[in-house]
């Protein structure tokens, strides 16, 4: 007889990303007791912690960020997830845009200009004004985790490394890459 046990951790996927990246101020969030999704809120919609409750849209749209971006997500993760959670990509603009800077939006590779990339090769997938806004999301969540996203930047230079010299370890914080045989 075979038995099954399971369990679901609340924020796996954030508190091991941000263990493995040592991403401090994650990891604190997480000690502190707060609930990462309502910080990811405050932070995105630019007001207090205790502004959002457990059902809000908001704190909705801060648990998708925080489930599809830790592992090098962009538009195409947060759009995929989005669905799971009933978030309509369509009414996001009016939630994320009074909070987009300059600086997220414009240049040649500002959130304008990959939202109008991916919706070339994703014509049919949402309007520009959600790409837009699912790539400012995406920006506003590697702001807050610069430390995850180095470790993303280790993790792929120690797995080339790794291929590219076989029989030789290569460490990207805690992780190692190691090639052994064809």
Request: glycine share 8%; hydrophobic share 40%.
């Amino acid at each position: 007889e075979t038995e099954f046990i399971c369990a679901d951790y609340h924020s796996v996927e954030a508190i091991g990303l941000a263990y493995l990246a040592n991403d401090e101020p994650a990891l604190e969030v997480h000690r502190s007791g707060k609930d990462s999704y309502r910080v990811a809120a405050s932070d995105m919609f630019n007001r207090p912690y205790d502004s959002f409750d457990k059902e809000c849209m908001e704190r909705q749209i801060g648990k998708v960020r925080e489930l599809s971006m830790g592992y090098g997500g962009g538009i195409g993760a947060y759009a995929n997830m989005a669905g799971g959670y009933n978030i309509d990509l369509e009414t996001l603009p009016p939630f994320i845009m009074p909070y987009a800077t300059a600086d997220e939006l414009d240049g040649k590779y500002g959130a304008v200009a990959l939202a109008k990339s991916y919706i070339a090769r994703n014509p049919d997938s949402m309007s520009l004004d959600a790409a837009i806004a699912c790539d400012v999301i995406k920006r506003k969540w590697r702001v807050q985790h610069e430390a995850s996203v180095a470790w993303w930047k280790q993790l792929e230079l120690a797995a080339f490394s790794a291929v590219q010299n076989p029989g030789n370890v290569y460490p990207a914080g805690p992780v190692k890459y190691l090639v052994d045989g064809p």
